[in-house]
């Protein structure tokens, strides 16, 4: 089911203010930059080891993002991503576990994914995500 964490997204104000120091500070590569207009975001993704770092800027002020800036002025880690073989597996499994889920149904994220997130109420305040590769179009 999960086999390994995917990603960790990390809130920003800005994607252009904060990706230099990602570049130049820690010498990680931005590998891909992509707006995922469902979730009201601007993404930047850096891979580092098996392991990659989604920054998220907010494109809207009611979007997820803008209101945990609102919160966390300096941004942050927002979410832990896993991957999994299954997401509706998992979804079900989390659910019969009695974690509560802010998406039942997975829709469309960003990288060519499939994504769906647990409550933080009910993940011990980490605000999760499954993730899993979208099918191939036939």
Do not use: W
């Amino acid at each position: 089911m999960i086999n390994k964490i995917d990603h960790l997204g990390i809130a920003v104000k800005s994607l252009d203010e904060a990706i230099p120091y990602y570049e130049k500070a820690l010498g990680l590569k931005c590998e891909h930059r992509e707006e995922v207009p469902s979730q009201k975001v601007r993404t930047a993704f850096f891979h580092c080891g098996e392991v990659h770092i989604e920054l998220l800027e907010p494109t809207s002020p009611d979007s997820p993002i803008a209101k945990f800036l609102e919160k966390n002025p300096a941004g942050g880690i927002h979410h832990i991503a896993f991957g999994t073989d299954n997401i509706t597996a998992q979804l079900k499994q989390a659910t019969d576990a009695g974690v509560k889920l802010i998406h039942e149904v997975p829709f469309d994220g960003a990288g060519g994914k499939l994504v769906a997130f647990l409550h933080p109420k009910s993940t011990f305040g980490v605000l999760t995500e499954f993730c899993t590769p979208k099918p191939a179009a036939h």
